[in-house]
Structures are given as C-alpha cells and as structure tokens.
C-alpha cells in the first residue's frame, strides 16, 4: 500500500539516485573530464528526467480523475433512479429483501401481474401478434413500473460500459455499487432475460450486456468474500 500510494514519489528518488551514482562512476573513470560531455550526460539525465516525471504525473492525474468521474457518476445515477425505487419498493417491496434471502427473485409472473391490462375476471389480456409483449400493457401504472425497471438497468449499464471504457475507474463503483448491482439482478433476474430473450431475441447479445458481466464478477467477489469468512 506505502508502494503504491508514493509510486511517483519512489521513482523519482530512485531515478535520482541513479543520475547521482552514474555521474559518479563516470567521473571516477574521467568521461566527463570533458566540459562538453559533461554538459551532454547531465543535459540528457535532467531532460529525461523531467521528461519521466511529467510522464508519470499524467498518470496520477488520470487516475485520480477517473476516480472523480466515478465517485459523480455514482451520485449522478443515485439522483437518476431514487424515484425508481421508491415506485419498485412500493409494489415489490424492493427494500424488504436482502441478499441472503433465498427467495429474493421476483417470479415473472408477478411481474406481469403489476405491469400488464386484465379483463374483468383478474386474467391478463393477451397483446396482438405484432406486438413484442405476450400481454397487454397497463398504459398507467403498469407503465410507469415497467419504465422504472429499464431505466434503472439502463443506467447501470451506463456506469459498467463507462467501467469498460476507461472513463470510470472500477474500484470506486464496485465498492459503492456491488450489493445494490447484484440485488437489483437478482430480484429481477427473470424478467431481464424475458425481456432480453422472448421481447428482443434479434439484440439478447446486446442488451445490458456490460452490466451483466459486472454482475456477475460481483457476485463471484461476492462469494470470495464469503468463503474468506468461512
């Protein structure tokens, strides 16, 4: 940790230290009894020096502003979904369930319950042939829940393919997102690959894939945490 958090600071000094020592050794064997190839080593040594350190100061700044666009876009997509939640938890009772539950998962069926039109009898209403939906949407609530489901995954895609990108640095994410990325799957686990496989099976191998992949590395760090434990 002391290694990596002073990485420029080490390597400086010791870059220094070889400038010092090789001048050094170079003087003993007289190379730079002579004004001009003195002027030329250490000319050479300081450039490259400057040249080395200006190097690895750009990489510090550009971790350090990866993990600046981490940390706002983790509040930029907090504010993006708080209502999401609020309507999900309000008809799923999204808060209530934890990761160790055994029965987190939302049946499909459930789903299509909360989101989809149904005649007088309670029975859903079958949609058109043209329509990509197996069942009438409810154009009000059913809407709105539907809507608050996609939105929250396509933002988490959003972070995991800016993850993938480079623009935002993993580490800062993950600390902050892996539960609620891995829950988020988990209770809808069913309807993400309907909706993928059965609703968009032409795009199944484009659809959230980033965030999956996350997803899924997060649960597998998840259980690598757990069996450290014992």
């Not at 160790?100 to 079958?126: E, P, Q, V, W």
Request: aromatic share 12%.
């Amino acid at each position: 940790m002391f290694f990596k958090n002073n990485f420029n600071k080490i390597i400086g000094i010791m870059l220094g230290l070889f400038i010092i020592i090789s001048g050094f050794c170079l003087a003993k064997i007289g190379y730079l009894d002579n004004k001009s190839d003195a002027i030329n080593f250490y000319g050479f040594s300081i450039g490259s020096f400057s040249v080395l350190m200006a190097m690895l100061q750009f990489r510090s700044n550009n971790i350090w502003s990866k993990k600046d666009r981490a940390l706002a876009v983790t509040k930029e997509v907090q504010k993006e979904i708080e209502s999401d939640f609020k309507l999900i938890d309000e008809h799923f009772h999204y808060y209530q369930k934890k990761l160790t539950d055994s029965n987190i998962a939302i049946k499909l069926s459930d789903i299509h319950d909360k989101i989809c039109m149904k005649d007088d009898k309670g029975n859903l209403i079958a949609s058109d042939t043209t329509s990509s939906l197996k069942y009438k949407l409810d154009p009000t609530v059913g809407a709105k829940i539907r809507g608050s489901i996609l939105n929250i995954l396509n933002m988490f895609e959003y972070m995991a393919v800016g993850i993938n990108q480079g623009i935002f640095d993993k580490s800062v994410i993950t600390n902050l997102y892996e539960g609620i990325f891995l829950k988020f799957h988990r209770v809808f686990k069913e309807y993400i690959d309907h909706y993928k496989n059965d609703m968009n099976p032409a795009r199944k191998n484009e659809i959230w894939v980033n965030y999956l992949q996350l997803a899924n590395e997060c649960e597998i760090s998840l259980n690598r945490k757990n069996n450290a434990r014992g």
